[in-house]
């Protein structure tokens, strides 16, 4: 049976990957503000190795914001929040041409998207067309302003959040942006143990103020050149390739997994393979990462959604349905 609690601790060391000691820092860095979130950290750090973005859906308090500062301020990405309201502009985000007139001439003013990692805090609270201008920088990993393409920082990183509850005057991301998600995820309500020792950590200072950086963009960038290299057999790809088409073809599901969803499997499957200090990817890899990557890319029928029907027992179908490659003769 699929679960999001199948992850364990957050890697394991390899001698083959010379940065990962680097990795095990900013680990405990980020665990210094964010406690008993294993699992949420390690989707983030997945994807931020595969290169792709997260959505992070949850109740306010939870420390979804929190998890985003803390990560970027350890790893020593440039970091930059943006806080997304109705008034904010499609501009705001990508940046604007200004007329210079001591120059003659206009000048490309960069927008908040110049950035390792973006927070887009609250990404449904701002209209549609603040919201594509993102596409395609997240795609693209570059931005197109007055007919001139400027290239982002590398590595580029989105990591939204959005409140699963409140969804007055909300603009609820469509399917074709969702699909520009790597992985969504949801951070869950501490144990009590875990409320307790967040507010120990509050009682006198932020412990964010104590969060140190221990990882350089270049260093992040040769973990995610390790990640390139990880073996993902052909084998594996048919296996994926029979998942997505699983979900396509279920009678209770409307729009399935696309393309797009498998190659964000396979990539997100790859750096998820090294986190556990292996070189090559095994079909464990994949079941465990089925539902953060594809489970926000599927639509149900109309009449499933009204007989209760899930998307994670589609998932649960497909798997069950599909052999893995270590089983076949």
Not at 23 to 28: C, F, I, R
Not at 64 to 85: C, E, H, I, V, Y
Not at 139 to 164: C, H, R, W
Not at 244 to 270: E, F, I, K, Y
């Amino acid at each position: 049976m699929l679960s999001n609690k199948t992850y364990g601790k957050v890697f394991k060391m390899s001698e083959k990957f010379q940065n990962q000691y680097l990795l095990s820092d900013l680990v405990n860095e980020v665990s210094k503000v964010i406690k008993g979130k294993d699992d949420a950290l390690l989707i983030v750090l997945t994807s931020l190795l595969a290169q792709g973005h997260v959505l992070i859906e949850d109740v306010p308090g939870v420390g979804k914001t929190t998890l985003a500062m803390a990560l970027g301020k350890a790893s020593g990405l440039a970091f930059r929040r943006a806080q997304f309201t109705p008034d904010v502009m499609a501009s705001d985000i990508t940046g604007f041409t200004m007329y210079n007139k001591e120059e003659n001439q206009f000048e490309y003013r960069a927008g908040l998207v110049m950035t390792n990692i973006l927070l887009a805090d609250e990404i449904n609270r701002t209209s549609p067309k603040t919201q594509s201008a993102l596409l395609e920088a997240m795609e693209e990993k570059q931005v197109t302003v007055d007919g001139t393409t400027y290239a982002l920082p590398q590595p580029f990183m989105v990591i939204a959040t959005q409140n699963s509850q409140g969804y007055v005057g909300t603009f609820p991301l469509p399917e074709a942006q969702l699909d520009r998600f790597m992985m969504k995820i949801s951070m869950g309500y501490p144990t009590i143990a875990e409320e307790q020792q967040i507010m120990l950590d509050r009682l006198y200072d932020n412990p964010l103020d104590d969060v140190k950086n221990v990882m350089s963009a270049e260093q992040v960038s040769e973990c995610i050149e390790d990640v390139n290299s990880i073996i993902f057999a052909e084998s594996l790809c048919k296996y994926v390739a029979e998942l997505a088409a699983a979900t396509r073809n279920h009678p209770s599901v409307a729009l399935g997994a696309s393309p797009r969803a498998s190659v964000a499997l396979m990539q997100a499957s790859r750096a998820y393979a090294y986190l556990r200090g292996r070189d090559y990817v095994v079909p464990e890899d994949i079941v465990r990462l089925l539902i953060p990557v594809i489970e926000h890319r599927i639509v149900l029928r109309q009449e499933s959604r009204v007989n209760k029907r899930s998307v994670r027992s589609v998932l649960e179908d497909a798997v069950s349905s599909v052999v893995p490659p270590v089983k076949r003769s």
